[in-house]
């Protein structure tokens, strides 16, 4: 059985397209409202009350998009989870598809290729998951490796999920200081199981800007974003990105022996990659 998780907050634009997307593609369909002042409580409200198979909860108050967050993850008490942001949207049987690969490849976490669209639900950009195979790979440091070291468009979160597999690795504190959270996340992720990708039917991610498509711009952003005392200079991005992964690994709770000797093997293995350029 699948859960949808939806946390949602001012989405009046866009929560209609959403809401039919993921219309009968799962079991069950649970929405968390971080108390809405658009008319977003108003659509939610509506659609959970025409279907047994949807919860809708609202937030009396802010609660801050971290505690939306987590109720979303919480709430679930189905094996699978999908979680799913509130202004994208999803291809027909995308829920279904991602399924079918977890249960084929013994994966933690299925996605799919995302497509980014503007705000006239125009294509924009492809991304395609080139280096899906070592997020795929039986060694859970050449997974982690990967993680910190080629994700950068991290539609890659919105996903199917082994429900306790993401109950725990949001349970560990990843830093509040570190503004790439959710590359924490999918380190931790990728240290635990393999993430499998489907290629039958796309995620369709919202973005109102015109999105970078040079990766190394991309890095520059979070590198700068991370720490906007960096120099913003081509020449220094190597060293820089470097760094980040190390910061990224850094935030890793890895206790067990073998956690201890992924986390030591991924570190060799970024400083082997990026060796040359330090």
């Known amino acids: 059985m699948v859960t949808i998780v939806i946390p949602v907050y001012n989405e009046i634009a866009f929560i209609k397209k959403t809401l039919a997307s993921i219309d009968g593609q799962a079991e069950n369909i649970f929405i968390s409202d971080n108390a809405s002042t658009d008319g977003t409580s108003e659509i939610c409200a509506q659609f959970a009350a025409t279907r047994p198979y949807v919860t809708y909860e609202r937030f009396e108050k802010n609660m801050g998009a971290v505690n939306n967050f987590n109720r979303c993850i919480d709430f679930p008490t189905?094996?699978?989870?999908?979680?799913?942001?509130?202004?994208?949207?999803?291809?027909?049987?995308?829920v279904e598809d991602c399924l079918s690969a977890l249960k084929e490849t013994g994966a933690v976490h299925a996605y799919g290729h995302s497509t980014w669209i503007n705000p006239d639900y125009k294509k924009t950009h492809e991304y395609l998951y080139w280096y899906a195979e070592q997020i795929q790979s039986d060694n859970p440091y050449v997974r982690v490796a990967a993680m910190c070291s080629h994700l950068v468009d991290c539609t890659f979160f919105y996903g199917l999920y082994d429900s306790g597999v993401l109950r725990y690795i949001n349970k560990f504190d990843?830093?509040?200081?570190y503004i790439q959270t959710d590359h924490a996340m999918l380190a931790k992720l990728a240290s635990i199981g393999k993430s499998t990708l489907q290629t039958k039917s796309r995620y369709l991610r919202m973005q109102p800007r015109e999105p970078e498509q040079d990766n190394m711009k991309k890095w520059a952003r979070i590198i700068q974003a991370?720490?906007?005392?960096?120099?913003?200079?081509?020449?220094?991005?190597?060293?820089?990105?470097?760094?980040?992964?190390?910061?990224?690994?850094?935030?890793?709770?890895?206790?067990?022996?073998?956690?201890?000797?992924?986390?030591?093997?991924?570190?060799?293995?970024?400083?082997?990659w990026w060796g040359p350029f330090l």
């Open 226 to 272: 991370s720490d906007s005392n960096k120099e913003a200079n081509p020449l220094l991005y190597p060293r820089s990105i470097y760094a980040t992964q190390m910061n990224i690994l850094s935030t890793l709770k890895l206790v067990t022996q073998e956690d201890k000797k992924i986390l030591q093997d991924t570190k060799q293995t970024l400083h082997n």
């Open 78 to 94: 189905s094996k699978y989870t999908f979680f799913m942001g509130g202004h994208d949207m999803i291809e027909p049987r995308y």
């Open 174 to 177: 990843y830093g509040s200081e």
